[in-house]
């Protein structure tokens, strides 16, 4: 029987709350009371959010295997558990990033409070060990992404330092400076960059752009603070306000930002990727309707600058060399315009255990999105694509894939059409029906860009 190899391009871990003694620098445990405060506002929104996307009443239409219900989402801090699902949905291999709805960060996420740069950047470190002792057992299957972009460094050499630690213990990638943003950040097409920059190519280090690239620390923590209070007081508003923040931060302000778009043309515009061929980027649960149209206007004021640019080509030849693109929660628009670029660095994500994401349907997910596109694309979308693209092991991921992954049937064969409720609860969860980003977003890429052109140019 011949087996699909599947590669997830984005998977997430989070360290429990009872585990922050152990992994955070003692100089900081007075602060600890201050997070258990923030962890339970940021539950007590969360939370319905994980409600409205898996919600009790609908496990007859979702949950067919019972993994949500018996609270096999628990594999974002439990090794055991997150093997099992891997294996029931045939997953060889998958990347694994910070942050989930069970739990908040330590000092250093946007829906943080405020905290110090200290404080951030003991609370990274900390994540990395934790992560590293939790899941680092199984390097073949589980993917480990640093979150180095999380936290505000003293100087290059310090952040190098710990990227060279996370190198050492077998870490696939890190994100890039700036997926938290902290005030007086130089630009990613700054020089100051470019130590790091070598190490990461020198080391073999993917660099990771995932959905909040260039959120402020303490951005929204407020907010989920004033939600928090809200709900602890019973307030009226409450339903309101939990809408309100789901429509402006979880359906558009983050899979949909310009922001990480942006830091991916500073890096190709401003000759990073000239600098530093090898280099490997990689975007993570960020839609992916909008490239062939931006890249096409991204080429278009590259030719109109190139003579005052650091670049040497298009940026649309830096993403056919250096970089992919995840599609986590894949939906049919993107499916459909998979040729907007090229189809080869297009891969698959399914944001295991989000509610948002593909599990605990990614069997029945990817039949519907990929089941009747030529199967060399989707076999390619599905994980072919990554292997080739990242220079990931294929012997092993096949061999793991050969006892453990998807019959081919499952997705190619003839099956009865999935139901119409479970189309409707994949588009609650992941948006899979929504239309394609038209134009309204280009005059902002516009005034972002602009900004960015004038300021590389005075850099070069």
Not at 57 to 78: E, T
Not at 89 to 104: L, Q, V, Y
Not at 205 to 223: K, S, T
Request: glycine residues 8%; aromatic residues 12%; contains cysteine.
């Amino acid at each position: 029987m011949e087996r699909l190899t599947i590669v997830s391009m984005d998977g997430h871990a989070q360290m429990p709350p009872d585990a922050w003694p152990k992994y955070l620098d003692k100089r900081y445990h007075d602060f600890l009371p201050v997070l258990n405060q923030e962890n339970s506002d940021f539950i007590g929104v969360s939370s319905h959010f994980f409600k409205r996307m898996h919600n009790a009443d609908l496990y007859d239409i979702y949950d067919h295997d019972g993994a949500v219900r018996n609270g096999y989402g628990l594999g974002v801090w439990d090794h055991k558990i997150r093997m099992q699902e891997m294996d029931r949905e045939g997953i060889a291999a998958e990347f694994i990033h910070s942050g989930d709805p069970r739990a908040t960060g330590l000092f250093y996420q946007s829906s943080n409070r405020d905290h110090t740069m200290d404080r951030c950047n003991a609370g990274v470190k900390a994540y990395n060990r934790w992560l590293y002792d939790t899941f680092g057992s199984e390097p073949d299957r589980l993917y480990l992404i640093g979150i180095l972009g999380s936290a505000p460094w003293r100087s290059v050499d310090e952040l190098i330092e710990e990227l060279d630690w996370i190198a050492d213990h077998g870490f696939k990638a890190t994100t890039l400076p700036g997926f938290t943003t902290y005030p007086g950040q130089p630009p990613l097409f700054d020089k100051y960059w470019d130590p790091f920059w070598a190490r990461c190519e020198e080391r073999g280090i993917l660099l990771w752009m995932h959905a909040g690239q260039g959120e402020r620390q303490g951005e929204l923590g407020a907010m989920f603070h004033r939600i928090g209070q809200t709900i602890r007081e019973e307030q009226s508003d409450v339903a309101t306000a939990i809408e309100k923040l789901s429509k402006q931060f979880f359906e558009g302000k983050v899979f949909a930002s310009v922001k990480p778009r942006r830091a991916m043309w500073q890096l190709m515009m401003g000759g990073v990727f000239d600098r530093y061929p090898r280099l490997k980027l990689v975007l993570s649960e960020i839609y992916g309707d909008w490239m062939g149209r931006v890249f096409n206007y991204l080429d278009e004021q590259f030719e109109a600058h190139r003579d005052v640019l650091p670049a040497r080509r298009k940026p649309s030849e830096y993403w056919t060399t250096n970089c992919f693109n995840g599609l986590s929660f894949i939906r049919r628009c993107e499916v459909a315009m998979r040729h907007d670029l090229d189809i080869s660095r297009l891969g698959f994500g399914r944001d295991y255990p989000h509610g948002e994401g593909t599990w605990p349907n990614t069997i029945e997910w990817l039949r519907d999105a990929l089941g009747n596109i030529p199967r060399d694309e989707a076999i390619g979308i599905m994980g072919q694509n990554a292997i080739n693209a990242l220079g990931l092991d294929k012997a092993k991921l096949d061999s793991i894939a050969a006892r453990i992954g998807v019959p081919l049937e499952a997705i190619f064969g003839k099956h009865e059409p999935l139901s119409k409720e479970l189309i409707a609860h994949f588009h609650t969860r992941g948006q899979y029906l929504a239309e394609p980003e038209g134009e309204e977003r280009m005059p902002e890429i516009d005034g972002m860009l602009q900004e960015d052109l004038w300021r590389a140019r005075v850099h070069a």
